[in-house]
């Protein structure tokens, strides 16, 4: 079974679809949000992703790994 693959627009992408929303937001907004976009797919892709050792009966709490770069950061 292929992985399904999460599509995440690249800046140039963004930034065009942010510039014809009604709202106009500054630059440093759009560039916010799209931080926030790839911080949050790259989280959820580490949760996907994580790969444990058996031996030592390890296991991810997923709200650990989703909840580890807080977005207030990206400011």
């Known amino acids: 079974m292929k992985k399904k693959e999460h599509f995440i627009s690249t800046a140039e992408e963004f ?3 942010s510039c014809k929303n009604d709202k106009l ?24 992703n994580a790969r444990f050792d058996n031996e030592h009966k390890y296991h991810p ?5 989703i909840n ?8």
């Open 15 to 17: 930034w065009n679809l």
């Open 25 to 48: 937001k500054s630059p440093s907004d759009i560039m916010i949000e799209f931080a926030k976009l790839h911080v949050e797919a790259a989280l959820k892709e580490a949760l996907n």
């Open 61 to 65: 709490v997923p709200k650990s790994i």
């Open 68 to 75: 580890a770069y807080p977005l207030t950061n990206i400011k």
